[in-house]
Every structure is written in C-alpha cells, then in structure tokens.
C-alpha cells in the first residue's frame, strides 16, 4: 500500500473526530492517483465499519458535466452512506454535527435485487429497483473552505455528509423526466431536472453497479441509491428549512437546528 494513503486517512478521520477541518490531502499524492484516493476511501469506511455502523447503500458524485469540467474529470465518483448519516424526513440536523454542510436535491433508488454483473445495462438498473424516493444529500467537506480536487473529494467518501429519504414509490416513473424544485423556506434556490443527472439518474446508477461490480462490491437488494445532484448545490446557515419538490416522487425535507439570519 502506498504509505501515504494510511496517512491521509488519519488526517480525514481526525478532522471528523474533532470538527476541524483540515487542509487538502492531494499533495500526498500523484496527480489524479484515483486507485490512492479510493484507497483513503476504503480505510474509513473500514473504520466506521468498526465502530458498529452499517453500510446501508451508496451515494454518487459529480454527476454533473458542469462539476466534472470543472474538476478537470470525465466520470463520476461514488462514496459510502452508513447508518448513521441517515436522517428522518422532516427531521432536524443538530448544530455542530458537520462541517461545512451543503444540500442537494436528487433520487434515491431503493434496490429489490443485486446488481453483480460488471457490465450493468439501464435495463439491469430498472429490473433490480424496487422504489424510487425523493431525496435530499446533505454533502459535507473535511478539508477546509471546500477547497477540493477530484482526490480529496473521492478520499473524504466523496463529501458526504448526510441524506434524508422521502416516501418511497413503485419504481413506475421514467427519472429523466422529472422536475425539481428546491426551496429554502419559501425561496427557490436551486431547480433542474432528471436529465441534469448523465442525462438520466439510471444512467449514473448502471455506472456505479459496474463500477462496484467490477471492484468486488456489489450493490445488493436493500441498498439505497442517491444517484445525483439535479441541481446546483446551496449552502446552509442554522436555521433553515429546505423542501425538494420532485415531480412524480413528492417532496422531502429537513431543517438545521438553530436561529434563522
């Protein structure tokens, strides 16, 4: 193993153990060594592992091609979600329980089936998916000011922070379609729609099953999916309480404890 990579994930677990925020970890590596920085990934999640905590499904990034060009990327990334990032709709964050928390609007898959196969199709995706959801990933950075490259972020479990799962639905609308709307209270502060997500969420999906598949960790019936951002990211301050609205699927919100500005 390369010696930095347990360094590194020291660095991420500490800042999370301590609330403080670090600095970037790339340094540590080669230019877009992304092996080392699934490698940082792949220690923490073995620590949380450890300390009692399930993994409950996973979660993708960079979905947008906006993002991607501008992490000077082709594809998207993946990290782990855990049982206890997983929040209530209508629940609350509590003060201090992250960082430096953003919230994004997506759907969630709610798989029936595994998905073994290295080459998953669409088709694979929609067979093995027994619900859809509404969802809101509140994503979340260890290294300090969000000031990140396509390895920090893989190595800091892709920034993830925490999610919350609305009411699920039969699998029996097509996601490219949808519509989203995302509200700060009253205001619009970020919309878009299925297609803003690889043109299709499914199309994230059958990437992340190939992508598992094919490193000896399938995605398995009971996982849950967030397939992607449909929109742009909106930072939080305490207080606010965000509602996505997704046409088809319904609306699923959370509130961060504290007085509004």
């Known amino acids: 193993m390369n010696e930095a990579v347990p ?3 020291e660095v991420l677990a500490a800042a999370a153990a301590t609330a403080t925020p670090c600095p970037p970890i790339r340094d540590l590596f080669a230019d877009d060594d992304l092996d080392a920085a699934y490698a940082v990934q792949r220690l ?5 592992l450890a300390a009692g905590h399930r993994l409950v499904g996973r979660k993708i990034g960079l979905t947008s091609p906006a993002v991607q060009r501008q992490l000077g990327v082709d594809q998207p990334d993946f990290g782990a979600l855990f049982s206890d990032m997983a929040l209530p709709h209508g629940g609350t964050v509590p003060a201090g329980r992250l960082l430096q928390p953003k919230v994004e609007a997506e759907i969630a898959l709610v798989l ?4 073994p196969s290295p080459d998953c ?3 694979d995706v929609r067979a093995a998916t027994a619900f859809l959801a509404p969802a809101l990933e509140i994503v979340d950075s260890r290294i300090a000011g969000w000031d990140i490259t396509i390895v920090d972020t893989i190595a800091d479990n892709a920034s993830s922070g925490l999610f919350v799962v609305g009411d699920p639905r039969e699998a029996d609308i097509e996601p490219a379609d949808v519509e989203m709307q995302l509200h700060r209270g009253t205001e619009l ?3 878009g729609t299925g ?3 690889l043109g299709d969420p499914l199309n994230a999906a059958a990437w992340l099953a190939t992508t598992l598949a094919r490193r000896g960790e399938p ?3 009971g996982d849950t999916v967030l397939t992607g951002a449909l929109g742009p990211m909106v930072p939080v301050a305490p207080g606010d ?4 609205r997704i046409s088809g699927l319904g609306e699923v919100t959370i509130r961060f404890e504290g007085e509004a500005a």
């Open 7 to 9: 360094k590194a994930a």
């Open 44 to 48: 923490n999640t073995e620590r949380v």
């Open 112 to 115: 029936g089936a595994d998905l």
């Open 121 to 123: 199709s669409v088709a």
């Open 189 to 191: 502060v970020s919309q």
């Open 195 to 197: 297609r803003d997500c």
């Open 219 to 221: 995605l398995r019936a």
């Open 241 to 244: 309480v965000f509602t996505a």
